[in-house]
């Protein structure tokens, strides 16, 4: 079992910048992929970024390449968010989720842990 624990959501303005952050608990965290997805109202949930156990691999939807950042540190049992020039579009409730192996595009689906989540709210 992992379990996650998301923060650092919170309402901003259009082109203001968050730090989202994800504790991990339980089995080695280092063993897993780990990814953020998002969900809005009315929507269907969808993967935002996801990073592999070492780091050296990442994928970003297009619709955040450039400006969200997403990063891990395997000895504090963190991912992190980094996100940069908010949209309102970019409104959503953000979760962390784990995965045992690395695949692209990440799919909810094959994600076997998940956080909370958090939500993040960019008025324009």
């Known amino acids: 079992q992992v379990q996650l624990v998301e923060s650092g959501g919170g309402l901003v303005q259009a082109g203001d910048s968050l730090r989202l952050s994800c504790a991990a608990s339980?089995?080695?965290?280092?063993?897993?992929?780990m990814a953020w997805f998002r969900q809005a109202p009315g929507k269907e949930r969808e993967s935002v970024a996801a990073?592999?156990?070492?780091?050296?691999?990442?994928y970003y939807v297009d619709s955040v390449k450039g400006r969200f950042t997403i990063s891990r540190d395997n000895a504090k049992n963190m991912v992190y968010l980094q996100m940069n020039s908010l949209k309102p579009e970019d409104t959503a409730v953000y979760y962390c989720?784990?995965?045992?192996?690395?695949?692209?595009?990440?799919?909810?689906?094959?994600?076997?842990?998940w956080g909370q989540g958090t939500q993040v709210t960019v008025s324009s």
């Open positions: 989720a784990a995965k045992g192996r690395w695949a692209t595009p990440p799919a909810a689906s094959e994600y076997d842990y």
């Open positions: 339980g089995r080695t965290f280092s063993n897993y992929a």
């Open positions: 990073i592999s156990w070492s780091g050296g691999r990442t």
